[in-house]
């Protein structure tokens, strides 16, 4: 009986890797953003898109994607207007002319409904975005608006 229980397993693990299934890099993962990390922009941009491997969870009259941006100072200058369409989420920005890195943080809720985090930096009208100094400056608009992962 156990080398049957044996084979199958066998069979079940040679079938999952042929077919590519891998369960640690199942949940969901951020593809592609507007604007890009790392890029320097010259002209602010209205908005911010996250494009993601899958589409994204909604739920009806309760909000569970977020996405803040914070400029150089650390001022919060994303609006609380997060569009979800499929796997993107897109959040309008407001004015800004303060120059340096902009740091992105998002938190949304992929197909599998495990809540995804990260991070993204860009820079606005200079070089070399810097993720930490960022950080540092930020006031804690961003975290006040994003709920805890639990």
């Known amino acids: 009986m156990r080398s049957i229980i044996k ?6 693990f040679f079938f999952t890797s042929i077919i590519g299934i891998n369960p640690v890099n199942a949940h969901t993962q951020l593809l592609n953003s507007d604007p890009k990390d790392g890029v320097v922009i010259q ?18 009259n309760q909000k569970v994607n977020y996405v803040v941006v914070n400029n150089a100072q650390g001022d919060q200058v994303s609006a609380d207007d997060e569009i979800v369409t499929q796997n993107q989420v897109r959040v309008s920005l407001l004015p800004n002319s303060v120059q340096g890195p902009v740091l992105v943080t998002y938190r949304v809720v992929g197909k599998d409904g495990h809540p995804i985090e990260g991070e993204f930096a860009f820079s606005f009208g200079e070089e070399n975005p810097d993720r930490k100094s960022t950080r540092l400056n ?13």
């Open 138 to 150: 930020s006031s804690h608009s961003s975290v006040s608006r994003m709920p805890s992962s639990a």
């Open 7 to 12: 084979f199958f397993a066998l069979i079940l």
């Open 43 to 60: 002209e602010w941009p209205g908005q911010v898109l996250l494009t993601f491997n899958e589409n994204l969870q909604t739920i009806k």
